[in-house]
């Protein structure tokens, strides 16, 4: 079968995740009446690889999370040499404005919509630890940036450290060692967003609340994202569309974990479905079987949910420097940066 025209510019972009010329998957933007983007790929695990899936997902612009949820039975450590792996490349773009920079928590991704681009650029994010929460339902802006932050740990981190025997300086200085990294965007008194000094929990709940973000994407926004950028924390584990052919998918993520014991049960946590997705899968041409099936394997895939199922196009293993495909111009130029009063407590 012939790849659509949207499956080969996706392939395109996706070789060009992580090579020199971009650091940032880079998709047009559909039409207002239609919110998927991209293509999924199949890529064969090199057969004398001993990398671990986290050199995956940094080589395909992804968070862990999105391939845990994509790839259930791979290994985290090994991946199988000569195995299969989906990379989720198709997305169903967040029920938000399509404006400035968009952070769905529940899918650890962030969306930057440049202004006059009419694109948006998706990029993995690790967020706060349970009891440590990246705010949801906040819009704010980019009040301040900063290259080389310094990071001040609060008086409870500070307990936090020593009760398990471990120092904590009172300033961490600029630098690669930096768990802020090399590059902050000031969101708020307590809030950034930042690199990271530890890729892997890029995808993970590992901060104190703050956004991280891997080097080089970091060091992107903070050169094209100019002050006052509008920034919206939403929480949807499920999103839902109807495309402009009648088409109806369902996006479903594996919800982020409300409780201690919510965080160690066995059990799936539940799904709440809002108003908006119940309106997407109650009419009539759905098939409740294939809602169902998608809500069980939370495999953070658009699923179609209507009509016969698309047949899957499995692509060849591609190599990042083979297409490079760059940020469009007017999303590379510099802005002014300025400098914050203070820096942010938490990382």
């Known amino acids: 079968m012939k790849m659509s025209i949207r499956a080969i510019l996706t392939t395109l972009l996706a070789a060009a995740a992580f090579s020199q010329s971009a650091f940032a998957v880079v998709y047009p933007l559909p039409p207002a009446n239609s919110r998927l983007i991209g293509e999924n790929l199949e890529i064969t695990v090199p057969t004398d690889s001993t990398l671990p899936l986290e050199a995956f997902a940094a080589q395909y612009q992804m968070g862990l999370s999105n391939l845990m ?32 920079i968009v952070i769905n928590s529940a899918e650890m991704r962030l969306y930057y919509y440049p202004k006059g681009s009419k694109t948006v650029i998706v990029l993995p994010i690790g967020i706060g630890e349970l009891g440590k929460d990246t705010p949801v339902n906040w819009t704010t802006s980019v009040q301040s940036k900063k290259a080389g932050p310094t990071w001040t740990p609060t008086a409870k981190m500070h307990a936090e450290y020593a009760a398990r025997g471990e120092y904590l300086p009172k300033v961490y200085p600029a630098g690669p060692d930096n768990p802020m990294g090399l590059y902050a965007l000031y969101i708020g008194n307590l809030y950034a967003i930042h690199g990271t000094n530890a890729n892997f929990g890029i995808g993970l709940r590992v901060s104190h609340g703050c956004v991280r973000l891997r080097a080089d994407d970091i060091k992107f926004l903070f050169n094209n994202v100019p002050v006052g950028t509008r920034v919206q924390f939403i929480n949807e584990p499920v999103k839902a569309t109807v495309e402009p052919d009648g088409s109806r998918y369902v996006e479903v993520h594996d919800p982020l974990s409300r409780t201690v014991e919510e965080f160690h049960s066995d059990s799936p946590a539940p799904i709440s479905i809002t108003a908006k997705v119940s309106k997407v899968i109650a009419d009539a041409s759905v098939n409740t079987s294939d809602v169902d099936s998608a809500i069980r394997t939370r495999s953070g895939m658009p699923t179609k949910i209507n009509g016969a199922q698309e047949p899957a196009q499995p692509l060849e293993t591609l190599a990042p420097q083979d297409a490079p495909v760059a940020v469009p111009d007017e999303v590379q130029q510099p802005v002014e940066t300025t400098a914050p009063q203070t820096d942010a407590n938490r990382s």
């Open 69 to 100: 949820e994509a790839n259930p039975n791979a290994d985290v450590y090994l991946p199988q040499p000569g195995s299969k792996m989906i990379i989720p490349q198709q997305l169903i773009l967040p029920d938000a404005p399509r404006e400035g």
